[in-house]
């Protein structure tokens, strides 16, 4: 839409989409007749406010905070919040788009939604973090409920931050609501929420694989990023038998030749979970292992020139280029399985598709951490707590489902195998057919 031109990654997130759905609109005349496309890239609404803390200087310093309400037609919005300093109207409402569609996907009541700040945690004190979530909360109460509109985590916002905006919002609201999910387990979260995007990841890939006759035991893996979805992807492939040879985080990459076992996976969850250092430490402790610094002004990543089988983007959006996607191809990699929301860019995307890769995308491949926060959110209703192993097990039900649908979608619009169709078509008709349902509102 030319009002939006300017909002590059949200644009890229609905052209995604919308050239995959071309087919569907052609044969269902209705979508157009009740400009259902005019209608879903339209959030339902916007929410902006300002977000006042005081440092631990006594200074004043203001953020800016978001929340997307993008589509709520099969059930309450939900999506991340994310704090980053990157974070604008564009990145959120792409973040927003991407969770209508994903939450489809699993099959819960789950509407799309989005939001966050452009605050930094990275340098901030836990007093500091305490106060920005205070304050960003004060304001977001009026607009969120575990009926209306649920949030949960994303980059920048883990079990820390979830902490001090539940407490707020229950100071605020005066119920304890499951107006949040990724919350502490003995207070209302759910066993293996915090791990679910990386091991969904991880189960997707398993189920590409045996397509053709494989698994993912011995093969050598990229993953980028170093937070949840990370750390979770690392964990389940090593417990698989595969061999992740590198991780990253903004500051660079460290790779190890001999593999990230559980006993070092251990370390970095300590560097950067609790010390909240960087990835580099790695090669302080593992001698064996470099590490190489992030230059965004270079071309190519250097993360994605070595030689593997498989690939976890986990990091953000847009983290595989055009060139990477080359430099992986040329090295013989077999399988792009996306933990993070949308990291390849549209032309990465096509590259891998056209030669043949097995190739998740992010709405189909993470959903399992909103999966996971849809069941929290029924064990919340229920006043009950499902043992770790029966989440699991359901998380792995719903990924096999959200694999198959995507098959089959991709099957029946005449694009056998490819799963970026198939997420984009099924997750679509899901929402279109209610917005239909439900009138022009
Ligand atoms: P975290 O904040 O826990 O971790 C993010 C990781 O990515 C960190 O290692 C961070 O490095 C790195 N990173 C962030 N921004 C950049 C950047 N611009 N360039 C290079 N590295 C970067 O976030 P999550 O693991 O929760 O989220 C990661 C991705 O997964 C996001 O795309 C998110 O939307 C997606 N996702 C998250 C889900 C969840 O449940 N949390 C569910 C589904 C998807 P550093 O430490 O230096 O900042």
New binding site residues.
């Given amino acids: 839409q030319a009002r939006d031109a300017n909002e590059i990654e949200f644009m890229q997130a609905v052209s995604n989409v919308m050239s995959s759905v071309k087919p569907v609109l052609d044969q269902t005349p209705e979508y157009r007749h009740h400009g259902i496309v005019e209608r879903i890239v339209e959030p339902e609404r916007i929410i902006t406010f300002r977000v006042p803390w005081l440092d631990d200087g006594g200074r004043v310093r203001v953020n800016r905070g978001f929340r997307i309400e993008m589509n709520s037609a099969i059930g309450p919005y939900k999506g991340?919040l994310?704090f980053?300093p990157?974070v604008n109207q564009s990145i959120l409402k792409f973040?927003a788009f991407e969770h209508v569609f994903?939450n489809a996907l699993t099959t819960l009541p789950m509407g799309g939604g989005a939001g966050g700040s452009d605050f930094d945690p990275?340098g901030k004190s836990n007093d500091e973090v305490m106060r920005f979530c205070q304050s960003f909360m004060a304001e977001l109460f009026r607009h969120i409920g575990a009926n209306t509109d649920v949030p949960?985590?994303?980059?920048?916002?883990?079990s820390r931050e979830i902490g001090y905006l539940f407490g707020m919002y229950r100071k605020l609201d005066n119920r304890f609501a499951g107006v949040l999910t990724?919350k502490g387990l003995n207070w209302g979260g759910s066993l293996i929420?915090?791990e679910?995007?990386?091991l969904g990841c991880v189960y997707f890939a398993a189920q590409m694989m045996a397509r053709r006759n494989d698994t993912l035991e011995g093969k050598t893996c990229l993953v980028?990023?170093?937070?949840?979805?990370?750390?979770a992807t690392v964990r389940k492939l090593i417990e698989l038998g595969a061999k992740v040879v590198a991780?990253?985080?903004?500051?660079g990459h460290i790779y190890d030749e001999e593999g990230i076992d559980a006993e070092k996976l251990a370390f970095i969850q300590r560097l950067?979970n609790i010390r909240?250092g960087?990835?580099g430490e790695y090669t302080e402790k593992y001698s064996h292992a470099s590490f190489t610094a992030?230059d965004p002004a270079q071309e190519e990543n250097p993360l994605w020139r070595h030689r593997v089988q498989c690939v976890f983007p986990?990091?953000?959006?847009n983290?595989i280029n055009k060139a990477d996607a080359y430099r992986l191809i040329n090295n013989n990699v077999k399988m792009i399985c996306e933990?993070?929301?949308?990291?390849c860019t549209e032309e990465a995307q096509e590259i891998f598709i056209d030669k043949g890769l097995l190739y998740a995308p992010?709405k189909a491949a993470?959903?399992?951490?909103?999966a996971v926060?849809g069941l929290e959110l029924t064990q919340n209703s229920i006043r009950l707590s499902w043992l770790g192993e029966e989440v699991e097990q359901r998380l792995k039900i719903i990924m096999k489902g959200i694999h198959d649908t995507c098959l089959s979608a991709a099957e029946a619009y005449g694009h056998p195998g490819n799963y970026l169709v198939g997420a984009n078509i099924a997750g679509f008709v899901k929402v279109a057919d209610a917005m239909l349902d439900q009138g022009v509102i």
Avoid: F, W, Y
């Fill in positions: 991340g994310r980053h990157s973040l994903k990275k949960e985590g994303d980059i920048g916002v883990g990724g929420r915090p679910a995007a990386g980028s990023g170093s937070g949840n979805v990370a750390q991780m990253s985080d903004s500051s950067k909240r960087r990835i992030a986990c990091a953000t959006q983290e933990g993070a929301s949308m990291p992010g993470n959903a399992g951490g909103v926060s």
